[in-house]
């Protein structure tokens, strides 16, 4: 059964500061898709990572995905309030069909 | 533009009502999602299906069904609303394994 784990599942950041949540992943996948979700809402893709060495950016969110070691990072610089929400890891794996399997997210809160 | 579309935000049932939860995707994709989320649990997957009229058990089928007529929607149905399925259902969709998969804005059911 794939297991994925995210660290730490809660994150208080100040404003400015750099920090890194991470995301295991328990079986052989290259596909890793990074979500963001805010208070109430719905989950929206923020990165999808399709192979070793894969590294995406986006404002002051960077992915990488290492497929060898199983870990995706989502790297934060210069963190601002409007980040502050859950994010979410997912991974594919040719075992689990066309499911995702999900993290249980990172509530991160920027404070000012 | 990409689009999950579900029949309502808000909904408020009787316990004992059947309650129906509706979801339209306009991207052709083959495989449609329900989950639900609740605070601490992560998203749950309840049920999905890869094709018209295929369905598969997700991980929490207990006390719901779907139907899946036609391509572009996916329904959750609730025989019997108890008011421990109070919890915010959504739905996604992605075209294949590898695929991006997109959520609808969720539907937040209260059952009294």
């Known amino acids: 059964e794939l297991k994925v784990e995210q660290n730490p599942l809660f994150l208080s950041m100040q404003e400015g500061k750099n920090y890194t949540i991470y995301c295991n992943y328990s079986?052989?996948?290259?596909?890793l898709y990074w979500y963001r979700q805010d208070p109430g809402k719905s989950l929206e893709s923020l990165f999808v990572?399709?192979?070793?060495?894969a590294v995406k950016q986006e404002g002051r969110l960077m992915a990488s995905l290492d497929t060898k070691a199983r870990l995706s990072t989502l790297h934060i610089t210069a963190a601002v309030h409007d980040l502050s929400a859950t994010y979410f890891c997912?991974?594919?794996?040719?075992?689990?069909?066309?499911?995702?399997?999900f993290g249980e997210g990172t509530q991160l809160t920027v404070n000012p | 533009d990409v689009k999950v579309t579900q029949s309502s935000r808000y909904l408020v049932k009787r316990t004992g009502e059947k309650v129906f939860l509706e979801c339209v995707q306009d991207?052709?994709?083959?495989?449609m999602f329900w989950y639900r989320q609740d605070p601490g649990l992560g998203l749950r997957l309840i049920y999905f299906?890869?094709?018209?009229?295929?369905?598969e058990k997700g991980d929490i089928p207990e006390g719901y069904s779907v139907s899946r007529e036609k391509k572009e929607r996916f329904s959750l149905i609730l025989e019997s609303a108890s008011t421990n399925q109070t919890s915010m259902y959504l739905c996604?969709?992605?075209?294949?394994?590898?695929?991006?998969?997109?959520f609808g804005p969720g539907t937040r059911l209260t059952v009294t």
């Open positions: 996604a969709s992605r075209l294949a394994l590898g695929g991006e998969q997109y």
């Open positions: 079986t052989t996948s290259d596909r």
């Open positions: 990572l399709l192979s070793n060495g």
């Open positions: 997912a991974v594919d794996s040719e075992t689990s069909g066309s499911r995702l399997t």
């Open positions: 991207m052709d994709h083959e495989n």
């Open positions: 299906s890869y094709d018209v009229k295929m369905k």
